[in-house]
């Protein structure tokens, strides 16, 4: 059983807007984290990247638009769709991992977007639904990969 810990959480309440810093999250059974701009959709809502990408990009908590950042999972894009993770009073279900586009090197403003998203291959993070929830994310939960049967 793998762990880790949650370290930053972001919510954008429009699109295209820069995520928020927050302190707590409440997920949405079914969709993804209340106030955030992808709140209602049924697959794909909350992105899960671990802090290594960052550190290896030299980016910070947020800037992959991420809504769950942690650390101790280097792996988190890779986990089998399916796979569960609890995070503090939430279960997510990972849906597949997110694959890196263009418009992301270009909201940072990189030099040259295209091969910013070649870097990300891999490790763009987890995109994941609420599967349950009976108490908000907060920032220094454990995050915890539940085995299947």
């Known amino acids: 059983m793998s762990s880790g810990r949650v370290i930053s959480l972001h919510i954008r309440g429009v699109k295209h807007a820069a995520p928020t810093l927050v302190g ?3 997920g949405r059974v079914g969709g993804g984290i209340e106030g955030d701009v992808h709140a209602e ?3 794909r809502a909350v992105l ?3 802090r290594a990408t960052l550190d290896a990009l ?3 908590p947020g800037d992959l638009r991420e809504e769950i950042t942690i650390e101790g999972l280097p792996d988190v894009t890779n986990l089998p769709i399916d796979t569960e993770l609890r995070i503090g009073g939430v279960t997510l279900r990972v849906n597949g991992p997110c694959e890196p586009c263009t418009h992301i090197g270009e909201l940072l ?3 040259d977007p295209e091969e910013f998203r070649q870097s990300l291959l891999g ?3 987890a995109l994941c639904t609420v599967a349950a929830a009976s108490a908000p994310i907060r920032v220094g939960d454990p995050v915890e990969v ?3 049967a």
């Open 48 to 50: 899960v990247v671990d």
């Open 58 to 60: 030299r980016l910070t």
């Open 123 to 125: 490790r763009r993070g």
């Open 24 to 26: 707590e999250a409440v």
């Open 146 to 148: 539940l085995v299947r």
């Open 41 to 43: 959709r049924t697959s």
């Open 109 to 111: 403003g990189v030099p």
